[in-house]
């Protein structure tokens, strides 16, 4: 009992920027808001909204770092003929009231960083429905959106200050903690030893030993055996196994390069519980990127790749540790993986 309380008070006294941010990512009716381990937070209107989006985002801290952009796109690009949408754009029926000179405008887009316009912006769509485009269907609700703004003042604890958006108050913007630490994830052996033509063989025939006793339901004609090397002594070792409408499930080994052949699982678990209340990650979709040294997931929500989960992982000498964790749960074809809101980033 009394390392409970010695742990809990240590955890008070530490520095702001020395306590790990829990990642969040949470919908409200229309709005999706996703908080990193830094607290750098992002909200959108999701849903049937055909294309017109306004994207919010806030790092932590006491500096007033926020953006707000308002766009005409998806993951099919817009007709070239397509006017400007700034004088198009309506709100509840009426004109968006627009002060030009704090907004970057081109033909889809409108940019601002004004932390009073944004402020501005923000208690007045509050109190509205939706805005639309003149002519056109595409809709922007604004429905969820008060709670968005709510949630992301709270999961940087801006609440009674100068700086929150609701429940504003006289505390100072120092009073805000800080982002957290970014933790890094160091590359090791980053050049190894290319295998050689024998090593590479002699690993191929152990995969295809390994995909043979394994329960894998994968047709014998789509099965696949990679190998890379990882380190000098090291190789990774990955094998096709299940496969669905548009994603494959592999099975991993970090095996030693030479015979006889030691080998181990890979397995990937995160430092956070995920949407799906587990730490364990299947390997989806998974390929090792030579460039980077990291292994890659990828979980399709559907087939045109518009939500999913995708992750990368460093090996640290003796596991693979996550540097990324993207999740875009609402599939509404806005963007593609590599646009998909982060929960978990590293150096």
Same mark, same amino acid.
């Given at each position: 009992?009394?390392?409970?309380?010695?742990?809990? %008070?240590?955890?008070?006294?530490?520095?702001?920027?020395?306590?790990?941010?829990?990642?969040?990512?949470?919908?409200?009716?229309? $709005?999706? +808001?996703?908080?990193?381990?830094?607290?750098?937070?992002?909200?959108?209107?999701?849903?049937?909204?055909?294309?017109?989006?306004?994207?919010?985002?806030?790092?932590?801290?006491?500096?007033?770092?926020?953006?707000?952009?308002?766009?005409?796109?998806?993951?099919? /690009?817009?007709?070239?003929?397509?006017?400007?949408?700034?004088?198009?754009?309506?709100?509840?029926?009426?004109?968006?009231?627009?002060?030009?000179?704090?907004?970057?405008? !081109? *033909?889809?887009?409108?940019?601002?960083?004004?932390?009073?316009?944004?402020?501005?912006?923000? !208690? =007045?769509?509050?109190?509205?429905?939706?805005?639309? %485009? #003149?002519?056109?269907?595409?809709?922007?609700?604004?429905?969820?959106?008060?709670?968005?703004?709510?949630?992301?003042?709270?999961?940087?604890?801006? @609440? @009674? *200050?100068? =700086?929150?958006?609701?429940?504003?108050?006289?505390?100072?913007?120092?009073?805000?903690?800080?982002?957290?630490?970014?933790?890094?994830?160091?590359?090791?052996?980053? /050049?190894?030893?290319?295998?050689?033509?024998?090593?590479?063989?002699?690993?191929? #025939?152990?995969?295809? $030993?390994?995909?043979?006793?394994?329960?894998?339901?994968?047709?014998?004609?789509?099965?696949? +055996?990679?190998?890379?090397?990882?380190?000098?002594?090291?190789?990774?070792?990955?094998? *096709?196994?299940?496969?669905?409408?548009?994603? /494959?499930?592999?099975?991993?080994?970090?095996?030693?390069?030479?015979?006889?052949?030691?080998?181990?699982?890979?397995?990937?678990?995160?430092?956070?519980?995920?949407?799906?209340?587990?730490?364990?990650?299947?390997?989806?979709?998974?390929?090792?990127?030579?460039? !980077?040294?990291?292994?890659? =997931?990828?979980?399709?929500?559907?087939?045109?790749?518009?939500?999913?989960?995708?992750?990368?992982?460093?090996?640290?000498?003796?596991?693979?540790?996550?540097?990324?964790?993207?999740?875009?749960?609402?599939?509404?074809? $806005?963007?593609?993986?590599?646009?998909?809101? /982060?929960?978990?980033? !590293?150096?």
């Amino acid at each position: 009992m009394r390392h409970c309380i010695f742990l809990i %008070l240590m955890l008070c006294v530490l520095p702001a920027s020395f306590v790990q941010a829990a990642p969040a990512q949470q919908s409200f009716t229309d $709005w999706q +808001v996703t908080c990193n381990n830094q607290n750098f937070c992002i909200a959108r209107n999701t849903g049937e909204h055909n294309g017109l989006v306004m994207t919010l985002s806030r790092s932590a801290g006491a500096k007033a770092d926020a953006v707000v952009r308002i766009d005409l796109g998806g993951l099919m /690009t817009p007709d070239p003929k397509e006017p400007a949408i700034a004088p198009r754009l309506r709100l509840d029926g009426d004109p968006l009231p627009l002060d030009v000179k704090h907004w970057q405008l !081109t *033909s889809w887009r409108l940019t601002t960083d004004d932390p009073a316009i944004i402020t501005s912006l923000l !208690t =007045t769509l509050q109190q509205k429905k939706a805005i639309t %485009l #003149d002519p056109g269907k595409q809709m922007l609700s604004l429905n969820g959106l008060k709670e968005a703004i709510q949630f992301i003042d709270a999961q940087q604890k801006r @609440g @009674g *200050s100068e =700086t929150a958006w609701i429940n504003k108050g006289d505390d100072p913007p120092l009073s805000v903690p800080p982002a957290p630490a970014l933790k890094e994830v160091a590359v090791v052996n980053p /050049t190894p030893t290319p295998l050689s033509r024998e090593e590479r063989s002699d690993l191929v #025939d152990y995969g295809t $030993w390994r995909m043979n006793n394994s329960q894998c339901s994968l047709d014998p004609t789509r099965r696949e +055996v990679r190998v890379t090397a990882l380190t000098d002594d090291k190789a990774l070792l990955i094998i *096709s196994c299940e496969a669905g409408a548009y994603n /494959t499930v592999d099975l991993a080994w970090l095996v030693s390069r030479k015979k006889p052949f030691a080998s181990h699982t890979v397995r990937l678990r995160l430092p956070f519980v995920a949407s799906s209340e587990s730490s364990d990650m299947e390997l989806m979709n998974a390929s090792f990127d030579e460039k !980077t040294r990291e292994l890659t =997931t990828l979980a399709l929500g559907r087939g045109i790749a518009d939500c999913g989960i995708q992750t990368r992982w460093r090996f640290t000498g003796q596991r693979f540790r996550l540097v990324r964790y993207a999740e875009e749960p609402s599939c509404d074809n $806005w963007h593609g993986p590599d646009a998909w809101p /982060t929960l978990w980033i !590293t150096r």
